[in-house]
């Protein structure tokens, strides 16, 4: 069995930003490539101005493809703009992938929950959960969706675009960070994950946003020690797993650097992650690391 990741260069840019999320999925992917996984990496297709409408309003999606209007970079640089179809597409195709295998597959894509309906910020520019929910139901593929969204910050785009477009019976949103969201609670968010998850079991699919940034040395977070958040990933995918729930799961933020500037605690994070929905469905290396360096980071 193998690792269903969906991935083109196409979906990467450089958006001149303070976040790496643009350009991080080829990084993401060179990582992953080390760690002896067997993956199927799948080409997504881009999603149509028409899937996208499904989410969003129209002249706002063409105002930004057409270098019109910002991006959630706050900027109009068409090497972003290409990508955006993409980044969505990347999601869609995961998620389809989930739905036929009925367990799950992998979007190394980010910056989508701070998009609403009509507007882009907080380096988000379309909502790629949502336009994938949409589609996804549109088409009859699913009844209902859940979105467990893990990253530091809370979702205000998604839950914009679901109260407009009256998504809420059949869109199940969910970010612990409110709850949560400080060292002195980790232990009890990740006692109740399980419990947290039941808000899903009559979902035909999740889409989960494994975030980086809720590290506890993130400049933008801080609660989730490394080994944490990889039992976050682990209980989720876990969870999931025995409620036969498909899954469908990205990167979301993640804004560490290391001493030379680079963004490696990032990617071992995602690493992690991807080690952990490994492990659920035991699906093994070609050969073994040291698995407690390798975890801890």
Known sequence: MKLSIHYTPK???????YSPSAGKPVQVMDSWADLGLPLDIVAPVPVSV??????????????VLSGKLNNGFGNTLPSVATSLPYTSGVMLSAARAALANQWGAIAPCSGFHHAGYD???????FNGLMVTAAILLAEGKAR??????????????????????HFGDRVVHYTPCRAFGR?????????????????FSDCDLV?????????????????????QLYRRDARVFDGLRKLCIPVAWNLAGGYQRDEAGTIRPVLTIHDNTLRAFAETWGVEAACCEDSESALWG
Not at 210 to 221: E, F, N, S, T, Y
Request: net charge negative; with cysteine.
């Open 144 to 165: 209902k969706i859940g979105i467990l969204d893990c990253d530091q910050h809370w979702g205000d785009g998604t839950q914009d675009i679901i109260d407009r477009l």
């Open 11 to 17: 979906m990467v840019a450089d958006a001149n930003s």
């Open 207 to 227: 889409l989960y946003q494994a975030g980086a940034d809720p590290h506890i040395d993130d400049p933008l977070g801080g609660w989730l020690t490394t080994g």
């Open 183 to 199: 060292p002195q609670r980790a232990e009890a968010f990740l006692a109740m994950l399980p419990q947290l998850l039941m808000a």
């Open 119 to 125: 507007h882009a910020g907080g380096y988000c520019t």
């Open 50 to 63: 028409d899937q996208l409408s499904l989410a969003h309003d129209r002249a706002f999606i063409e105002g």
